[in-house]
C-alpha cells in the first residue's frame, strides 16, 4: 500500500448493532450489572468479545448505553403517556400507574432496569450514579408537569406540591417493581395505586 492511501474499509457488522443493545438492556435488566458476566454476554447476544468491545467499549460502556436506551424507551414512553392529548391529566395520571401496577402484578415483570441498577450500585461509582439519577430525573420531571396540570385543573388537593408529590411517585413505582417480583396477589399494586392517587385528587 502507498504510503499515504487510505486503507480499505473493514469487513461490515455481521450483527445488528440496535438490537444488540437492546437484547444487552434486556439482560442487565434480568440479571443486573453484578451479574451479567462478559460470557453471557456473548452467549445472549451472539456476538463475540472483539465485536462488542469494537462497538460499545467494555462490559461498563455496554451497560451505560442500555441505561441509555432504557431512558429512551421504557422512561420515554411513560413520559409520552402522561402527556397524551384527550384526556385530563389526572386521567393520564392514572393510566398510565394502572398500566405500570398491572404489568408489575402480572407475573412476568422483570422489575425495573433502573431498580435493578439502584439495587447493585456503589454510592462511589459516581458515573453510573450520574446515568440512574439522570433518568429517575426523567421521570421526575414528566410527573411534576403532569401533577401542576392537574393542580391548575383543580382536580387535586389544593396543598398538593407537585415537586414533591413527584418524587413520591417516581419512589411509588420503583416501590411497584420490586414488589411485583414477590407480591402473592395480582390486586395488590392496583390497590397501592388508588390509595396513592385518593391522596393527591380533590
Known amino acids: 500500500m502507498r504510503h499515504g492511501a487510505r486503507r480499505p474499509p473493514g469487513p461490515p457488522k455481521q450483527f445488528d448493532t440496535q438490537r444488540t443493545l437492546e437484547r444487552a438492556r434486556d439482560l442487565f435488566w434480568r440479571r443486573g450489572f453484578d451479574g451479567t458476566g462478559l460470557s453471557e454476554l456473548e ?3 451472539g456476538v463475540g468479545r472483539k465485536s462488542l468491545y469494537d462497538t460499545f467499549g467494555n462490559k461498563r460502556a455496554l451497560y451505560l448505553a442500555s441505561l441509555a436506551h432504557y431512558g429512551d424507551s421504557v422512561i420515554a414512553a411513560i413520559c409520552d403517556g402522561l402527556e397524551r392529548p384527550g384526556a385530563s391529566p389526572l386521567a393520564n395520571l392514572e ?11 402480572s407475573g412476568e415483570s422483570h422489575g425495573c432496569l433502573l431498580g435493578v441498577g439502584l439495587a447493585q450500585v456503589q454510592r462511589d461509582d459516581a458515573e453510573i450514579v ?10 421526575e420531571d414528566a410527573f411534576e408537569r403532569t401533577l401542576q396540570r392537574a393542580l391548575d385543573a383543580g382536580e387535586l388537593r389544593p396543598n398538593v406540591r407537585p415537586r414533591d408529590s413527584a418524587r413520591q411517585l417516581v419512589a411509588f413505582v420503583q416501590g411497584m417493581a420490586l414488589l411485583g417480583r414477590i407480591a402473592d396477589s395480582p390486586a395488590v399494586l392496583p390497590t397501592a395505586m388508588s390509595a396513592t392517587l385518593d391522596g393527591l385528587r380533590r
Open 43 to 45: 452467549g445472549e447476544l
Open 95 to 105: 393510566r398510565v400507574l394502572g398500566k405500570l401496577a398491572r404489568h408489575h402484578a
Open 130 to 139: 450520574a446515568a440512574l439519577r439522570r433518568e429517575l430525573a426523567r421521570l
